[in-house]
């Protein structure tokens, strides 16, 4: 299959720059040390009394951070220098079909994710006394990956509208922060004004949040899976994905 | 009569209202090496782009493999190479690792280690591309744009920027593929590599093929002039000799008739006693032939 050898190599090539293999994973262990550290840590007691550290109440937004990050921004800027660098034009002129290649890249993601977020999951319980949800891991599994897949669509469908390299940071910057100060993911909005919540609510950054929250949380009962939400992130993935075809750029694009 | 790799006809290109390419027609055997020259905006690039399916025509037919390279048809990228200028590679894998992602994209493929010996980096097989020399990495474009094994390949100023031996290296590499029965296409600012290596040659000029033909033939059919210089003697040259002189003390003659020149002037230094030291005779070169080309078709605009 095509797109997974693509997976496969752009796999190969992620590992061989480990400045940057390095800072993606370190990234949420670093949230992980600091929010605790800023903000403090209670414990509290779970719901069938053990003890709980604040600390597990962090990873979920850590990880939604850290996932938005090493999908939706790294995939943007990735794609942006790719093009730039010609990359992008000298695979135009393959066989090579263009959903194959954004397969691949999806894939690529999602693998990154995984790994991201088992790594901030186990550090966290070894070091931080993180509890692990035995009950809705199949949950929080499934969400991580939903929204790897979405932000990952989501990338790649706004690196096809940036005129170039130097535009990326700005704008990639610009629409992903405010979603995710107005998203309940580090700051809680239940003070905001209601007309915010509900823009946030528009976008797929509250949804995939608010999925990961409770699938995470030792306080939810039954499984854990938010179908909605859910829903509402897939749904945006599968937009990025057509707009992705639509705007998806092979060249630089110069005036 | 050779099958035709490329025909094209009546093709134009506009920009908005620039009209880049006005009206080119091409013919490009199978099997051959076919360089197009011309200087830079003269529509060149376009026109290749067009071929390689990088860019949509505004008007003409194009034919190349028997595909219509603007449908992008990937049984049509299965069967053609491309080594443009300014296109990178992923950097971190190595040279072998890169030609072996590429060559996963076509049916029928190379192998690895025929790819790179075919360009001559078999020392480099295990190194990571970031850390090839220029050359180098110019070579592995090429490796990278053969490993699909295509029955054409156009190739982009395959050696701008190399030092000598390693263009006469690239040369020996290009010939080598016309050797494997590839049908080339290359665009080159350097007419000797042109001469050396083309069976055809193209000048492309304003949008318009302005001459084509073997490289010998441009030679021939042009209105070039032939250069005679020697060491300026004591004695004075015959009237009928017209010359200028040169500040290294050269006398220079520029003649279409250069037998009758030379014998008149042969003649008189062998009656005279006069020693022609440093003597030479210099044919006209591809590049006096195309930059006569290219001056007249410029005049030919302003008018």
């Keep these: 299959m095509k797109a997974l050898r693509e997976f496969r190599f752009e796999n190969r090539a992620f590992w061989r720059n480990p400045a940057a293999a390095f800072f993606t994973f370190m990234f949420p262990l670093m949230f992980l040390f600091l929010f605790p550290t800023i903000f403090g840590s209670g414990d509290i007691p779970g719901p069938s009394g053990e003890t709980i550290t604040g600390e597990t109440f962090y990873v979920p937004a850590i990880g939604v951070f850290a996932i938005i990050t090493a999908t939706y921004t790294n995939n943007a800027m990735t794609l942006l220098f790719a093009r730039e660098e010609g990359v992008l034009k000298r695979k135009r002129g393959t066989p090579l079909r263009t959903r194959d290649y954004m397969l691949g890249r999806i894939m690529h993601s999602m693998f990154i994710t995984f790994l991201l977020v088992a790594i901030t999951v186990t550090v966290g319980k070894l070091f931080f006394g993180v509890a692990i949800p035995s009950e809705t891991l199949p949950a929080f599994i499934v969400t991580v990956l939903t929204g790897a897949f979405a932000f990952c669509a989501l990338g790649i469908a706004i690196s096809g509208v940036l005129p170039n390299v130097e535009a990326g940071p700005p704008v990639v910057n610009a629409s992903i922060l405010p979603l995710l100060f107005i998203s309940n993911v580090f700051i809680p909005t239940a003070d905001a004004p209601e007309w915010l919540t509900t823009v946030a609510k528009v976008f797929p950054v509250y949804h995939f949040a608010e999925a990961t929250l409770i699938s995470f949380s030792p306080f939810t009962e039954g499984n854990g899976f938010e179908w909605n939400n859910l829903a509402i992130v897939a749904v945006w993935g599968v937009a990025g994905i057509l707009i992705a075809f639509k705007t998806f750029a092979w060249e630089p694009k110069r005036k | ?303």
């Design chain 2, 1 to 303: 009569m050779a099958a035709k790799a490329i025909e094209v006809s009546g093709l134009h290109k506009s920009y908005g209202s620039h009209e880049a390419v006005r009206g080119v027609d091409l013919v490009v055997d199978e099997g051959d090496v076919f360089a197009l020259l011309g200087p830079n905006g003269a529509g060149k690039t376009t026109t290749v782009e067009i071929l390689e399916g990088h860019r949509h025509r505004s008007s003409g037919t194009v034919s190349v493999l028997d595909h219509d390279p603007g449908k992008g048809e990937p049984t049509y990228k299965q069967r053609i190479g491309i080594v443009l200028q300014e296109t990178g590679v992923e950097r971190y894998l190595t040279v072998a690792e890169a030609v072996d992602l590429y060559r996963g994209y076509y049916p029928n493929p190379l192998g690895v280690d025929e790819v790179i010996e075919i360009v001559g980096l078999t020392d480099k097989r295990d190194e990571r591309i970031v850390k090839l020399s220029g050359g180098q990495q110019r070579r592995l474009d090429v490796a990278v744009g053969l490993a699909g094994d295509p029955d054409l390949l156009f190739l982009d100023e395959p050696t701008t920027g190399f030092d000598p031996s390693a263009r006469r290296g690239a040369w020996e590499m290009i010939r080598n593929l016309k050797s494997l029965g590839k049908t080339v296409l290359l665009t080159t600012h350097y007419m000797d590599e042109a001469q050396a290596l083309a069976d055809r040659v193209a000048i492309i000029a304003a949008g318009k093929i302005i001459a084509e033909g073997p490289p010998d033939g441009l030679l021939q059919t042009a209105d070039t002039i032939t250069t005679i210089r020697f060491v300026k003697p004591s004695a004075e040259l015959p009237p009928a000799i017209s010359y200028r002189t040169t500040e290294t003390g050269f006398c220079e003659i520029s003649t279409s008739e250069p037998v009758a020149i030379l014998n008149e002037l042969t003649g008189w230094a062998i009656q005279n006693s006069v020693d022609l030291a440093g003597l030479s005779v210099a044919r006209p070169t591809l590049e006096d032939v195309y930059l006569q080309l290219v001056r007249a078709s410029e005049k030919g605009k302003d008018q």
